[in-house]
């Protein structure tokens, strides 16, 4: 059997299915299995808690936010007088009420606890009250007196971007001599568009509850994906040490990036007031605060210039995204180089510069969400398909095809070798061929030239997602494994669970090294003080990195009663294994077989540690800002889906009536779970691109903000026919674990395919001779300026070539 | 003091006029498995089950959304939640085929889901019928899931059926049912809460309590308690009010036949109605609100509201419906045109309720389509809604209503549109024609939901698929196959 160490080395090219450890004779549960969610059935009985369900002392106080409504100017005046003079409050306080650190911002300064003199966006937190009742608290808010001397609020990111005004340097990417492939071109391709940004949603907006504990610290529970950073930040405020702070999550109710960063203000508030009180305190915002303080997914202005030769293969060209940052830098350095990393999608780019600014505008500040910046970068290509297509003539997965990553065209324009590049074409072929696309193709060019209003479209796009975080550092996790004297196994690691599944994945993988079932092994609630200075569960790396860190204990743990086991029984230390609850080893011709509970029992005797920890680094990364080269990932995930859409050109109404997708996930862990996160990422991407629209007025004030105004995918959206499949037969040619794939971002991105099947309906009101801008989301009011907009084009390209 | 029954068990219990039946539940019972994911009803976390005899005096179940109901409300009904269903790990069918068909990734949504899965399998025992996707959609379409996308809970929808499980005691103890049929509960007073019985009571109570607020279903009303925290310290609720729970055959003042509909008749109680006889104004109900606010939102309120977003208005005024409005000086009928006055200002005096509404019977020539545009198909609020009514007499059009809502501050007809085409054959050149006297109808307004550019062409388009498909009824014995007008998922 191979050893972890062994699985640190990249397999070799040929390996796609010889190297992998198969699974041994399955226990229950096992890992590769679909086995159900840890917390299906606390799920569905409703005794799963979430934190505005946990029990607390009954002199425990709620906190509300006083946020600013105007989005940029300074404060002239702030009397909390009657704020604090309200029926049951209890405590107020603004930034001068904090002791330690002002300003919370996680990797870059700028986010200041709450407004220190000036306003920086609509819906700041200027202060903070703590009452009797959550109720009672929000009440009180309503009593301030805020006088803010309104000056105009930067609201245009190109505008910003062109001025220089930026929360992030500039950086720029480049590959070969871009100027000369595009003189040297047959057609080029140029457009702009613009991709609008996403609300979280989550269904369970930013909660957490901090205890005051003994000496000066803090307990705090959070639905929050990066504990540690919340950990750190808190005691800073407070100007206590890390050690004083613990920091707890049993699972969130939906994260999708929205808690990476914007989970610990909450928590710093909660603790200020908790050390202040000296009780414990709970904040939760309502869905209305919720969506106008936190950051969103980036809106991006995208411009492009791309040369083609007569067949519509790019040879090069200028790539530009402008990433609406919002007020504060935040995760917006990373987000962008992520757009820039994504930029080609599964194409070569040939000859290309990408360039990416990270704007500063007065809204809240931007952050991480599902696909990190990627799905906003593979916009720009995914448009430059469609309107290659439309110029060269050629049906446009004909035309994506021939662009994709290929021998000879391997290379990023980061300088990063594509690999598994025989799985790309395979899967595009296989789904090509699955979904039927040529004959549906046929069929629907026939219907839409008989057809005056309604119009059919079809698209197949491909996804190729970069896995790492691309700070190099965040790439480790840690774990903590112990077996208890009755057997019973207990791990935690760094990773949350946010519904992904990851616990149910790290205690398949626990159970699969120790060979149990998976109801002997346990997980219980992250916590800082189990496993410290974690990374974020975020990047889709939570199994890699964190069921790596289990193994690794478990592997560990293993060899060390491997050890004891020879020496106390007498056996073969060689080809000693531990399978369906037994230790199974051979003592000279004959095989002993050691039921785990007695191992464990005599090993508890004989002073064995049955406690380990392990730890895991992605190897082999590395990325260059200086020349703006390397390889900033591990591996790709790919995955494709054709999608065909039905709309009324005259209204701009559309329906979604098939989607096939077939999704690379290498060796599953969990292939219910795995899909369940391709379909939801799926479901999610085509609500980014179709009815989720954020909406300010021109005062910078959101006015979508709440459920009434901002449309998230319902159950009627999901497609009448949705066939989901995962690629089969292709393990990951990194050593990832049990090579597996990362899966929770990569699917997000297959929903382009829905906006391209609309900008294919939309081509057909030209005869498929015109691309039709269509900027996202593709609301119905979009829509439907397009089809106007190409029967326009239509029409004046008939008259002007009879 | 509200008495009702909380998963089997009765329950006494005092509370302000405004508490809802969520904080009811986590705040003050420490029932914290139904979830608030909006307090404004759109998500449908909050999802439970409500227990009402029927007039067989058996209970059926419906789901609401506990944020935006009234506490109060739950006099005399039996109250279900999700901690209800399972006793230990024994699972209703339809929490296990959740789990079996891994229909839960975060959870969260997951309460909701469930109870409205829950409705749709006692619904189905008590009326068995196919569950179509359109039945599915009306059963699920309130429950917003942010993880899984969907396809797992479908499953576990269409397999709940066949899935075994754990049956709750209370499900077939027909005493409760007859508990809760004869004893509805004391009428809450001291609260400030009032549940008059009949007419005249809900009219002395109005002249009594001139500052109460009127509710039935909640679905609007309610959130100015969850999003503005307004301490509502009088509410009149008008859903106990026998009087304006009537549906039956009628005329209205000048003879004409039709239906009259009590103001707190339910949209879900108008649907075999609808059906039956208008079908354009049915298919919008499945596209009004989400299964949870047709459960427990009225037409009346709907009117009363006097949005210009409201979805029924423009079809009240393409039917030419009347409303009976009655104070204490009597009744009196006038017609819904009549009745929207200004930006959510109506007729309704201070001392008046809305009675009833009455939809005059459509006569077999004439047409009635109603289109709704919207950023989402289900449970979203129009930028646009179109409702023309119409006859083609000899030829010519007559009779033609074209009313819009999101065009002005108030539901209401293109006055000039209808006399483009009133009286004309329906030709291309009279369709542009109303098309152009659409400019001088409305100067809609941009908001949220669209702007006034894109509502200004999205009507022009409604008119221009009016004149498509009386095109195409003109041409349906012709030999030319009929083109399709309008996606299915949208059409009537």
Request: hydrophobic share 40%; with cysteine.
């Amino acid at each position: 059997m191979r050893t972890l160490t062994d699985l640190t080395t990249p397999a070799s090219a040929s390996s796609d299915t010889a190297d992998t450890p198969r699974h041994a004779p399955a226990a229950k549960g096992f890992s590769g299995s679909a086995a159900r969610h840890e917390s299906a059935v606390k799920h569905v009985t409703g005794r799963a808690a979430y934190i505005d369900d946990l029990a607390l002392p009954a002199d425990a106080l709620h906190l509300a936010v006083g946020l600013s409504p105007v989005a940029s100017g300074r404060i002239t005046g702030l009397d909390l007088s009657a704020v604090r003079s309200a029926p049951g409050v209890v405590d107020v306080i603004s930034v001068a009420d904090v002791p330690g650190h002002t300003d919370i911002g996680p990797v870059f300064p700028g986010d200041p606890i709450m407004a220190d003199g000036e306003v920086l966006y609509a819906g700041q937190v200027i202060f903070c009250v703590a009452a009797t009742s959550h109720r009672a608290a929000r009440q009180a808010v309503k009593k301030a007196r805020l006088e803010i001397d309104e000056v105009e609020a930067s609201l245009d990111p190109v505008a910003a971007a062109e001025a220089g005004d930026v929360v992030r340097p500039t950086h720029r990417q480049q590959s070969g001599d871009w100027e000369a492939a595009l003189a040297g071109a047959t057609h080029v391709i140029e457009d702009e568009q613009f991709v609008g940004g996403q609300e979280h949603f989550y269904l369970e907006g930013q909660a957490c509850v901090v205890h005051p504990t003994e000496d000066e610290g803090v307990m705090v529970h959070t639905s929050n994906q990066h504990p540690s950073e919340t950990q750190k930040l808190i005691a800073e405020v407070l100007g206590i040490p890390f050690h004083a702070v613990t920091v707890e999550v049993r699972r969130m109710g939906g994260g999708f990036g929205g808690k990476e960063t914007q989970a610990s203000p909450w928590a710093c508030l909660a603790a200020l007031i908790a050390r202040r009180t000296g009780k414990s305190c709970r904040v939760r915002l309502p869905r209305a605060e919720d969506m106008k303080v936190t950051g969103k997914r980036h809106p991006f202005h995208n411009r492009y210039r791309l040369g083609v030769d007569e067949q519509g293969v790019i040879q090069g060209g200028d790539i530009t995204v402008i990433g609406d940052c919002g007020y504060s830098p935040d995760l917006s350095e990373a987000i962008v180089d992520r757009a820039m990393f994504h930029a080609d999608n599964a194409y070569s780019l040939g000859q290309a510069r990408v360039t990416g600014h990270r704007a500063r505008t007065s809204t809240a500040s931007n952050t991480a969400f599902r696909g990190f910046g990627g799905p906003q970068g593979m916009m720009v290509i995914e448009a430059a398909m469609e309107d290659i297509a439309r110029r060269v003539g050629e049906d446009p997965l004909t035309v994506r095809k021939r662009n994709l990553y290929r021998q000879g065209r391997d290379q990023t324009h980061y300088g990063q070798t594509v690999d598994q590049i025989t799985l790309l074409h395979d899967l595009i072929e296989r789904l090509e061929t699955s979904s039927d696309y040529w004959s549906r193709r046929q069929a629907i060019t026939e219907f839409n030239a008989d057809s005056p209003v309604i119009r059919r479209g079809l698209a197949l796009t491909p996804v190729k997602f970069g896995i790492s975080f691309t700070a190099q550092h965040l790439n480790q996790a840690g774990a903590l494994l112990h077996v208890y004297t009755d057997g019973s196994v207990m791990i935690n690691h760094g990773g949350i669970e946010m519904g992904q599944g990851l616990h149910t994945k790290v205690c398949q993988v626990v159970a699969r090294e120790l060979g149990l079932d998976l109801e002997a092994v346990r997980i219980s609630a992250s916590r800082t003080d189990k496993v410290p200075n974690t990374s974020p569960t975020a990047a889709s790396s939570g199994a890699d990195l964190n069921g790596q860190a289990a193994r690794d204990a478990a592997s560990k743990l293993k060899s060390r009663l491997f050890d004891f086991a020879a020496e106390r029984y007498q056996l073969d230390r060689q080809d000693m294994r531990l399978e369906q609850g037994e230790l199974i080893a051979g003592i000279g011709g004959s095989e002993r077989r050691i039921a785990w509970g007695e191992l464990i029992q005599d090993a508890y005797l004989g002073r064995v540690s049955l406690s380990e920890k392990g730890f895991y680094a992605t190897p082999l990364i590395h990325y260059d800002r200086a020349s703006g080269s390397g390889r900033p990932f591990y591996y790709f995930a790919y995955g494709a889906a054709v999608a065909e859409v039905a709309l009324d050109t005259l209204t701009g109404e559309y329906q979604v009536d098939r989607v096939d997708i077939l999704h690379d996930v290498g060796d599953s862990l969990n292939p219910a779970i795995d899909v369940g996160q391709v379909e939801g990422g799926f479901i999610q991407g085509m609500g980014w691109l179709t009815s989720e629209e954020l909406k300010w007025n021109e005062r910078g004030q959101l006015t979508s903000f709440g459920p009434a105004t901002y449309k998230i995918p319902a159950y009627g959206d999901l497609p009448a026919t949705f066939n989901v499949e995962l690629m089969q037969g292709h393990p990951n040619s990194m050593a990832s674990i049990y090579r597996s794939k990362a899966v929770g971002e990569p699917p997000f991105m297959l929903g382009m395919s829905v906006w391209c099947a609309l900008r294919d309906a939309l081509a057909s009101l030209t005869d498929y001779r015109q691309a039709v801008r269509l900027d996202t989301p593709a609301t119905p009011e979009r829509v439907m300026a397009a089809a106007r907009l190409a029967r326009k084009l239509h029409e004046s390209r008939a008259g002007g070539t009879p | 003091m509200i008495e009702f029954f909380l998963n089997g068990r009765p329950r006494r219990v005092d509370a302000e006029a405004h508490l809802s039946v969520l904080d009811l539940l986590r705040e003050r019972l420490n029932q914290t498995g139904t979830k608030e994911g909006c307090a404004s009803g759109d998500c449908g976390a909050c999802t439970v089950a409500i227990g009402e005899p029927d007039a067989d005096g058996n209970l059926r179940y419906h789901s609401a959304n506990a944020c935006i109901m009234p506490a109060h409300q739950l006099n005399g009904r039996h109250l279900v939640t999700v901690e209800g269903l399972s006793r230990g790990d024994e699972l209703h069918p339809c929490q296990a085929a959740m789990v079996e068909h891994h229909g839960s990734q975060c959870g969260f949504c997951t309460p909701g889901i469930v109870m409205s899965l829950f409705t749709l399998h006692e619904d189905d025992r008590a009326r068995p019928a196919p569950l179509t996707p359109e039945r599915l959609e009306a059963a699920l379409g309130g429950n917003l899931c942010r993880c899984t996308g969907y396809r797992p809970i479908r499953d576990a929808a269409l397999a709940m059926g066949d899935t075994p499980g754990f049956r709750p005691e209370w499900l077939d103890d027909d005493a409760l049912a007859r508990t809760l049929a004869t004893n509805v509960g004391e009428p809450a007073t001291h609260s400030g809460f009032y549940q008059p019985r009949r007419l005249d009571e809900l009219v002395e109570l109005r002249a009594r309590h001139p500052d109460a607020r009127l509710v039935a279903g909640g679905t609007d009303l309610w959130l100015e308690v969850t999003q503005n925290l307004a301490d509502f310290t009088e509410v009149i609720d008008v859903t106990r009010v026998e009087q304006l729970k009537v549906l039956e055959a009628g005329h209205d003042a000048s003879g004409r036949p039709g239906m009259w509909v009590g103001a707190a008749v339910t949209y879900t109680q108008l649907e075999p109605l609808f059906a039956e006889r208008y079908p354009a104004f049915h298919h919008l109900l499945h596209r009004l609100g989400s299964g949870q606010v047709r459960n427990r939102g009225t037409l009346g309120g709907n009117v009363a509201n006097a949005s210009p977003i409201g979805d029924t208005p423009p079809v009240l005024l393409a039917l030419d419906a009347r409303l009976r409005l009655t104070g204490p000086g009597g009744s009196r009928e006038l017609a819904a045109a009549d009745f929207f006055i200004d930006y959510k200002k109506t007729a309704l005096a201070p001392d008046e309720c809305l009675e009833a509404i009455f939809l005059p019977t459509l006569a077999a020539d004439r047409q009635l389509k109603v289109w709704k545009l919207s950023k989402r198909r289900e449970d979203d609020i129009s930028a646009v809604l179109g409702a023309f009514s119409w006859t083609l007499n000899d030829g010519a059009l007559a009779e033609v209503r074209l009313a819009f809502g999101g065009m002005a501050a108030i539901p209401a007809r293109a006055t000039g549109a209808e006399a483009a085409l009133e009286g004309h054959a329906p030709s291309p050149e009279r369709f542009a024609a109303a098309i152009d006297a659409l400019t001088e109808d409305f100067q809609p307004m941009s908001d949220v939901r669209g702007s006034s550019d894109y509502r200004r062409h999205a009507a022009a388009a409604l008119i221009e698929r009016l004149r498509l498909v009386v095109a195409d009824a003109a041409s349906q014995d012709s030999q030319h196959p009929t083109q399709e007008v309008m996606l299915h998922a949208y059409a009537h």
